[in-house]
């Protein structure tokens, strides 16, 4: 199967800084980007979808000033959490999906663990 | 995509077959029932999806009613590594919009 990968896996910050998220697809082109955040014992909601080079789409609630996302090219996508609180603090994971590709073929990266002091 | 309804927890015998039932009542005829898990402090995994006839891989056999209106995962012999928490998703078969998880059931194998 296809591969995500996001870097850094876990990331602690001082209140007030900004932290960036990668989230590559290894091997193949993904033209549609997701982004999810998941805090404890809770499920997995989506923030925003981002296509290649098109802004990203917001999903109600989840402010884009604050939760930068830039998908430039078809195998990278960054989340940036700017003047990150500890409210922010949570699982991140990203989803990407090829062209044309069918509702399965969304494939999810390992996670990244921000925790805001 | 259709609601789904799951139990939120269940728990398991290593060793022993897994079903973890999922209701989606609602469904329409074009929608797939797929089935993820996600084990602790990591991404999602495909598992196995299927329209109405039941399907297997290597990793677990997904029984759908006639009715389509409920469906089983079953995990055949469940290990410790199974541990997870399982997520029935409603949804139609080609791209459109992304994957929505609802609650999910927690599935504790115990030894």
């Known amino acids: 199967g296809a591969v995500v990968s996001q870097h850094p896996s876990w990331v602690i910050c001082k209140s007030g800084t900004s932290v960036k998220i990668e989230c590559r697809s290894l091997?193949?082109?993904?033209?549609?980007m997701f982004w999810y955040r998941q805090f404890p014992k809770q499920s997995l909601m989506l923030m925003a979808t981002s296509n290649e080079g098109s802004k990203a789409t917001y999903e109600q609630g989840v402010e884009k000033d604050k939760f930068l996302i830039n998908h430039a090219s078809l195998t990278l996508s960054t989340l940036t959490v700017t003047s990150a609180h500890p409210e922010d603090s949570s699982f991140y994971i990203c989803?990407?999906?090829?062209?044309?590709?069918?509702?399965?073929?969304?494939?999810f990266g390992p996670g990244t663990r921000l925790t805001v002091t | 995509d259709a609601k789904t309804t799951q139990p939120t927890s269940m728990d398991c015998a290593e060793g022993r077959a897994a079903n973890l039932p999922c209701n989606h009542s609602?469904?329409?005829?074009?929608?797939?029932v797929y089935w993820y898990r996600q084990i602790h402090s990591q991404g999602p995994q495909y598992i196995i999806h299927g329209l109405k006839n039941n399907e297997t891989n290597e990793m677990a056999s997904l029984i759908i009613t006639e009715d389509r209106k409920s469906s089983t995962l079953i995990l055949p012999h469940a290990t410790l590594r199974d541990t997870a928490v399982y997520y029935c998703i409603a949804k139609g078969y080609n791209a459109g919009n992304m994957l929505t998880f609802g609650g999910g059931t927690r599935l504790m194998v115990k030894p």
């Open positions: 989803s990407a999906r090829g062209a044309g590709g069918i509702a399965y073929e969304q494939y």
């Open positions: 091997d193949f082109q993904a033209t549609t």
């Open positions: 609602t469904i329409s005829g074009n929608e797939y």
